[in-house]
């Protein structure tokens, strides 16, 4: 102990004195699985429709299986280069189906073969399966776009 004027003094402290609290910053293991793992941004459809400058207020998208051409059509929720999200209630598929799709972009056709990533009882999001280069091309150009129009 140093005695100054009478008092009695410990050492100072430092920071390495201080005693842990024992914080960490621990992952979070449940987020860590609801993280998106898309390549793509995805573009939800009334971005589109302004960039498209169309009048619709719909953007419907058509799904054929093995059996045919699905009387419904889907409604597009959002799309990228890597797949797309649709609305279609008591659609009847399932997770891992392969399908095939068609969305008009505008005047574009979009077609796909493609594979159900996951359902629920109204939605469908799915993986295109070897889109053509001029599709992926495009999209990527529509997300452009849309990137430096809000700049």
């Known amino acids: 102990m140093n005695k100054i004027r009478g008092l009695h003094m410990d050492k100072k402290k430092s920071w390495d ?6 914080l960490s910053l621990d992952s979070n293991e449940a987020e860590e699985k609801n993280i998106d793992k898309r390549n793509a941004v995805r573009m939800v459809s009334k971005d589109i429709l302004l960039m498209l400058n169309e009048n619709a207020k719909i953007l419907y998208v058509r799904v054929a299986t093995e059996k ?3 009387n419904a059509r889907g409604v597009l929720q959002d799309i990228n280069q890597g797949g797309l999200c649709f609305l279609m209630p008591d659609h009847g598929l399932k997770k891992k189906q392969m399908i095939k799709i068609q969305v008009m972009l505008g005047n574009r056709p979009l077609k796909s073969n493609a594979i159900i990533c996951w359902t ?3 939605k469908v999001g799915i993986k295109y399966v070897h889109p053509a280069a001029e599709d992926v091309s495009f999209l990527s150009e529509l997300y452009s776009a849309k990137i430096l129009n809000r700049v």
């Open 17 to 22: 004195d201080i005693p842990s609290l024992d």
């Open 68 to 70: 045919g051409i699905l």
């Open 120 to 122: 629920n009882k109204n």
